[in-house]
């Protein structure tokens, strides 16, 4: 459910970030308030932006013309960049979101964060990994091994136990967490663990392919999980487990 007095600015690096996905863009917005703020970047004098064009009005997206100055030098980058920072001053904005694989936008993610607004990324796969970190929240729009359906729905494929257990990167995020957010039983609040990961992490459980991070919880299997009467999910490390006994 959209939150109706939060209002989102979205900024789109058309050379950068692919047109076919743009109802999973506006459709993650929805979640965070109203995209009062639609725009999308690039020299469109030419043919490379030709699937942004078909889709511009169709989803009231502004375009922003802008020239390549310098052979070598982004000129579209900085316009954009200019551009949210003065949303940032003179616009009621709440959260920002960023569609580009490009490292450029980096650092500007890193200013709205300190500023204490929401930055929400969109990329590919290629994006490298400081933009992705600098995000609070970042979606990738394609996979190197699945594949991403188009439309408000879209989904990955589901990552298997043993393709999870092997990311030695999302093993550690989960364990930490839980271990942050337990209690003296060594049980953890599901609700504390995902807070815990949102503060510290660019991370979403749709990248790996489950729509809840219980469903991730689930298909690593290094966790116990138990459903009490509160209806609240308390996680436990197996690992700890094991030891108690």
């Known amino acids: 459910m959209s939150v ?16 076919s996905h ?10 965070f308030g109203t995209v009062s703020i639609r725009r999308a970047y690039g020299n469109w004098k030419g043919e490379r932006l030709s699937s942004w064009e078909r ?15 310098t052979k070598g030098k982004n000129a579209t980058d900085m316009a954009l960049i200019v551009d949210a920072m003065d949303a940032l001053y003179t616009r009621k904005v709440d ?27 969109f990329g590919e796969r290629k994006t490298p990994t400081p933009f992705v970190n600098a995000c609070s929240k970042f979606l990738y729009l394609d996979m ?22 092997g990311d030695a990167r999302l093993v550690n995020l989960l364990r930490n967490a839980v271990q942050a957010a337990e209690g003296d039983d060594g049980w953890a609040p599901l609700s504390y663990v995902g807070s815990h990961i949102a503060n510290q992490a ?34 436990r490390d197996r690992r700890k487990a094991k030891a108690g006994a």
């Open 202 to 235: 660019s991370f979403d459980a749709r990248n790996y392919g489950f729509k809840k991070l219980v469903d991730l919880f689930k298909a690593i299997d290094l966790f116990d999980l138990e459903l009490r009467d509160d209806r609240i999910t308390y996680l």
């Open 22 to 31: 743009i109802e999973v863009i506006l459709n993650e917005l929805a979640g």
């Open 55 to 69: 889709i511009l009005h169709e989803y009231a997206i502004q375009p922003i013309h802008q020239l390549d100055l």
């Open 144 to 165: 190197e091994e699945a594949t991403v359906e188009s439309g408000p729905s879209a989904t990955v494929r589901k990552r298997s136990s043993k393709e999870l257990k």
């Open 4 to 19: 109706p007095d939060r209002f989102v600015a979205l900024f789109i690096d058309a050379d950068n970030a692919p047109a």
């Open 95 to 121: 959260v920002f979101a960023i569609a580009s694989s490009d490292s450029d936008f980096t650092p500007l993610a890193t200013r709205l964060q300190a500023d204490g607004k929401m930055v929400i990324g």
